[in-house]
């Protein structure tokens, strides 16, 4: 026998893929971090590595509304 289904509002999930890859900055701001960290670095210099670990703020309004909808329980970094 088939159980009921529960009345009221589907819950909330956040993506967690997006909770990963975005930040909200102490301001408010959204902050994403940049790509090409993973592997294929051998002949990179320091300089450029060290690059790679600064976080980039987005700009995109369209890009920001998308991200607060698949992380809707984002919270600022302290």
Same mark, same amino acid.
């Given at each position: 026998? #088939?159980?009921?289904?529960?009345?009221?509002?589907? &819950?909330?999930?956040? @993506?967690?893929?997006? =909770?990963?890859?975005?930040?909200? =900055?102490? =301001?408010?701001?959204?902050?994403?971090?940049?790509?090409?960290? +993973? @592997? *294929?670095?051998?002949?990179? +210099? #320091?300089?450029?590595? %060290? *690059? *790679? +670990?600064?976080?980039?703020? !987005?700009?995109?309004? +369209?890009? !920001?509304?998308? !991200? &607060?909808? *698949? %992380? #809707?329980?984002?919270?600022?970094?302290?």
């Amino acid at each position: 026998m #088939p159980r009921k289904q529960k009345a009221g509002k589907v &819950k909330l999930k956040t @993506h967690k893929a997006t =909770s990963k890859r975005f930040r909200l =900055s102490g =301001s408010g701001k959204l902050l994403r971090t940049k790509g090409g960290k +993973s @592997h *294929l670095r051998r002949r990179t +210099s #320091p300089r450029t590595k %060290a *690059l *790679l +670990s600064e976080m980039i703020v !987005v700009e995109g309004t +369209s890009i !920001v509304k998308r !991200v &607060k909808r *698949l %992380a #809707p329980f984002m919270k600022e970094r302290k």
